[in-house]
């Protein structure tokens, strides 16, 4: 279904090697940036910011101050972050409703919130297509060369979880009541709580959009095992999870399991959504071994008996950002 149509706006061929900034070096993708400058012909664009396929090694001519006319339009934009926005408030209210009505516990509400939400996020990436930042057009017409895979959708895109963190620590410091938010994400029902656990969760979203976004693996798998394996075991392993782990009472060897096969599971398919929109091309062989090592270093991790120290919202993903940065670029 075509709803809009527009004009892509040149897309820069760089040398991986070739990069301005330290900023634009952590933020470009664990691998050689494969977009090439050209003149792209107009593009019935669908719904879905589709990436422009580029064959794989292309040459790499440098841009040569050839302006960059971003054919994007910034109402989409805004009109993503407020319908993604939207979503999200509408996910809560949805489980407090079912929560409110007793057709779900409390913490199985809890959980799938916490499933749902991050990968439906990261599902809604590529509705934010503003292709360019201002200052890239500005290097741009100075001649200047640089990543041009560093898109300024990611700002629009973190957003969402920024005005969800407002929202957390106004409700979590009890500024304003909302009940129906403290029934459907916290344990006991107390407000500190959504300072804890959603508050961690929401900071994660924000770092994965800002810093890797839908360029790079690293973000997809790091929500993937956050979301999909953390959230899975929880849910396995209370209901399942009469063998404990050994060294952690408190975890069982079913809520691992799960977190290691959920987690994989859902990284290879968001991965796949990822690569089917165009965003990186990966070599599904090696990708999914490299998948398999970092969901059992983020298991092995969300299994040690240290959720007293760091809450599992942040031990998980960081871990399995650090594991997947590596293991994708080396
Ligand atoms: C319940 C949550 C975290 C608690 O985790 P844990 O303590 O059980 O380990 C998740 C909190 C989610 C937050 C309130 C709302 C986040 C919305 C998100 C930024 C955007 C979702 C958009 C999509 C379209 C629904
Ligand atoms: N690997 C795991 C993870 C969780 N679980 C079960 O899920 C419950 C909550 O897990 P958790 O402490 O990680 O909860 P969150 O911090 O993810 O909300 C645990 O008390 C266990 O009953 C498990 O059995 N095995």
Redesign the pocket.
């Known amino acids: 279904m075509t709803l809009l149509t527009y004009t892509p706006p040149f897309i820069v061929r760089q040398p991986p090697f070739l990069r301005t900034s330290a900023v634009e070096f952590l933020r470009t993708p664990p691998f050689p940036a494969l977009l090439s400058l050209e003149p792209s012909s107009p593009l019935r664009l669908q719904f879905l910011y589709r990436a422009p396929n580029v064959p794989r090694h292309a040459s790499f001519p440098v841009c040569r101050g050839l302006p960059i006319v971003a054919g994007a339009d910034l109402t989409q934009d805004a009109v993503a972050v407020a319908a ?1 926005l939207a ?2 408030y509408g ?2 209210s949805t489980f407090d409703s079912l929560t409110g009505r007793n057709l779900i516990q409390q913490s199985l509400s ?2 799938l ?2 499933i ?3 990968l ?2 990261m599902v ?1 990436w590529p509705i934010f297509r503003y292709p360019f930042s201002s200052c890239s057009k500005i290097l741009i017409s100075l001649n200047f060369s640089f990543n041009s895979t560093s898109t300024s959708a990611r700002y629009f895109a973190s957003l ?2 920024m005005v ?1 963190c407002l929202r ?1 620590l106004v409700h979590g410091f009890s500024l304003v009541e909302d009940d129906g ?1 403290i029934k459907s ?1 916290t344990r006991h029902g107390n407000p500190e709580e959504l300072l ?3 508050l961690y ?2 900071i994660v ?1 924000i770092l994965c959009a800002l810093v890797f976004w839908r360029e790079s693996p690293v973000a997809v798998i790091a929500l993937s095992m956050m979301c999909g394996g ?1 959230g899975v075991a ?1 849910i396995m392993g209370r209901r399942f999870g009469s063998a404990k782990i050994p060294y952690n009472p408190d975890k069982s060897l079913v809520g691992s399991i799960s977190m290691f096969v959920f987690g994989f599971l859902v990284s290879v398919g968001m991965l796949y959504y990822f690569s089917a929109l165009g965003y990186f091309n990966l070599d599904w062989p090696s990708t999914l071994q490299r998948v398999a090592l970092v969901s059992m270093v983020a298991t092995v991790v969300e299994s040690l008996p240290i959720s007293n120290v760091v809450d ?2 942040l031990s998980v993903p960081l871990t399995t950002m650090v594991a997947a940065y590596l293991s994708f670029n080396i």
């Open positions: 993604v979503g999200a996910l809560v809890r959980k919130v916490h749902l939400s991050g439906m996020f809604s969402v979880p969800n957390l938010l994400v804890r656990g959603p969760y929401v979203l953390d929880d599992d919202n």
